[in-house]
């Protein structure tokens, strides 16, 4: 087998995908191996959180600040691994034969001013193998959201990287600044109106955001304090009320309706529509004489 000259010993092939929210670039990589490998992590100019989602092999994979030096901290499920810009990070195995991973690469100046943080000393620190449930469960989400080509998962993508950064930079417990519990009438409609008026292209939760004069992560919640949904909910109930519009008042094919809504095709979004009303866009449609 002929291995790439720019892949390290017995590792195959690498597959990547990536998103961007914000100022966070998301790499969701699958390796395939052959035996024992050490493989440098790219993205050293950026600050990276990172996780390993599935491994196969006869050993657990290893990350190490330096090549030759183990990693002082024992394995732990659902570990996660950051380490500041500048900074390299290696992941090592002696044998190994799948993996599947998720970074978050970013800024950490210009993360911290998107979360509206002063204090970014987290960002400074190399942290190998440490343990946090709710970030572990984020990273998962987000995991699937970066190959999900729903215009509304641009949304709910932003909502889970800004919860990951607002965790990480140890704002996740502390209360929004008063008056951000809900938005203003004012502030809504200006909301409902850019949803409305780029329905169903992808929205970025920062231009929301910026709208009301809000961090993003405040104003998730006062959105949802406001509406009872969190934006992309909100946006995907529009593109299912716009759907039934059109299953009710046109006699247009489905793929035709899917593509004016946002959906991939027919069936992604029959898939979807079942899930938010429990029946599919044929049978609505036939049950409402339409």
């Not at 950026?46 to 657990?60: C, F, H, P």
């Not at 899917?258 to 009303?277: C, L, N, P, S, W």
Request: proline share 6%; hydrophobic share 40%.
């Amino acid at each position: 087998m002929h291995h790439s000259p720019e892949l390290p010993e017995n590792l195959i092939s690498v597959h990547s995908a990536t998103r961007t929210w914000g100022c966070v670039n998301v790499v969701l990589a699958e390796f395939t191996c052959s035996g024992r490998v050490m493989y440098e992590v790219p993205h050293r100019e950026e600050s990276r959180i990172g996780m390993i989602l599935d491994e196969v092999g006869a050993y657990r994979s290893e990350p190490r600040l330096k090549q030759g030096a183990r990693c002082a901290v024992d394995y732990r499920p659902r570990q996660l691994n950051h380490v500041p810009a500048g900074m390299g990070i290696w992941g090592f195995s002696e044998d190994i034969r799948y993996a599947r991973d998720i970074r978050l690469c970013f800024d950490a100046k210009r993360l911290g001013e998107h979360c509206q943080v002063q204090d970014l000393a987290a960002a400074s620190v190399p942290r190998l193998r440490f343990s946090d449930e709710p970030m572990s469960s984020l990273l998962h989400l987000i995991a699937g959201a970066v190959v999900d080509p729903d215009p509304s998962s641009q949304l709910y993508g932003d909502a889970l990287v800004t919860a990951v950064a607002a965790r990480f930079f140890g704002q996740a417990k502390k209360a929004p600044a008063k008056g951000a519990s809900r938005l203003s009438p004012t502030q809504l409609r200006q909301a409902i109106g850019y949803l409305d008026a780029n329905l169903p292209q992808r929205v970025d939760l920062a231009t929301l955001s910026s709208l009301a004069g809000l961090s993003p992560h405040h104003y998730s919640r006062a959105f949802k304090g406001s509406t009872g949904l969190a934006p992309y909910q909100w946006q995907l109930q529009a593109r299912i009320e716009r759907a039934k519009a059109l299953l009710l008042g046109t006699n247009h094919p489905l793929e035709r309706i899917a593509e004016a809504t946002g959906f991939a095709d027919a069936v992604h979004f029959g898939r979807i529509f079942r899930k938010q009303t429990g029946a599919t866009p044929a049978a609505w449609r036939k049950d409402r004489g339409a």
